[in-house]
């Protein structure tokens, strides 16, 4: 058929790297040189190619990667619901705190401005007494407003704790 004869194991020894005392050394023949004689042997001298084909192996599917918005859509949410669940507690503490705040605020700016303050002294009022008298009740509804907005905040986080 044809006069020529191709060595496999040459083909082989020829193109894989070997280990030489220094080091690894580079193949005789490249993969690229390899594939054009293979395409040279095979189309021009219509010869069989020596060497087995390599198998080709398929890479399985994989879910799509999504984006980070995507993929930290659920730890999202839960982190967002439990925000809320806390929202009556963390008002009803913020309340508490700017009251208290708020009280020793006025009683530093009086005490250092007036010396000889003494809270709820004897100072002159020049509101009429009906006017004294609405002012209490306005205070007083106002504290209980707060108090009411407090205490349902805390039964409503008492009652979650409960049920968990």
Same mark, same amino acid.
Request: net charge positive.
């Given at each position: 058929?044809? =006069?020529?004869?191709?060595?496999?194991?040459?083909?082989?020894?020829?193109?894989?790297? /070997?280990? !030489?005392?220094? !080091?690894?050394?580079?193949?005789?023949?490249?993969?690229?040189?390899?594939? $054009?004689?293979? @395409?040279? $042997? /095979?189309? &021009?001298?219509?010869?069989?190619?020596?060497?087995?084909?390599?198998?080709? =192996?398929? &890479?399985?599917?994989?879910?799509?990667?999504?984006?980070?918005?995507? #993929?930290?859509?659920?730890? #999202?949410? =839960?982190?967002?619901?439990?925000? $809320?669940?806390?929202?009556?507690?963390?008002?009803?503490?913020?309340? @508490?705190?700017?009251?208290?705040?708020? =009280?020793?605020?006025?009683?530093?700016?009086? /005490?250092?401005?007036?010396?000889?303050?003494?809270?709820? !002294?004897?100072?002159?009022?020049?509101? /009429?007494?009906?006017?004294?008298?609405? #002012? +209490?009740?306005? +205070? @007083?509804?106002?504290?209980? @407003?707060?108090?009411?907005?407090?205490?349902?905040?805390?039964?409503?986080?008492?009652?979650?704790?409960?049920?968990?």
């Amino acid at each position: 058929m044809s =006069k020529f004869i191709i060595n496999a194991e040459a083909l082989i020894k020829y193109s894989n790297p /070997t280990k !030489g005392q220094s !080091g690894w050394i580079q193949p005789k023949l490249s993969a690229r040189q390899i594939q $054009v004689f293979k @395409k040279h $042997v /095979t189309r &021009n001298l219509k010869m069989e190619w020596p060497l087995p084909e390599k198998e080709k =192996k398929l &890479n399985p599917e994989r879910p799509s990667k999504l984006t980070g918005w995507e #993929r930290n859509l659920a730890p #999202r949410q =839960k982190k967002i619901q439990e925000s $809320v669940a806390n929202m009556p507690k963390l008002i009803a503490e913020k309340l @508490k705190a700017s009251i208290e705040k708020k =009280k020793k605020d006025t009683d530093n700016i009086l /005490t250092s401005l007036i010396p000889n303050y003494l809270p709820m !002294g004897p100072y002159g009022n020049n509101d /009429t007494p009906k006017v004294m008298a609405l #002012r +209490k009740i306005a +205070k @007083k509804e106002k504290e209980l @407003k707060r108090e009411k907005l407090i205490a349902l905040a805390s039964a409503k986080t008492s009652k979650k704790n409960k049920t968990k």
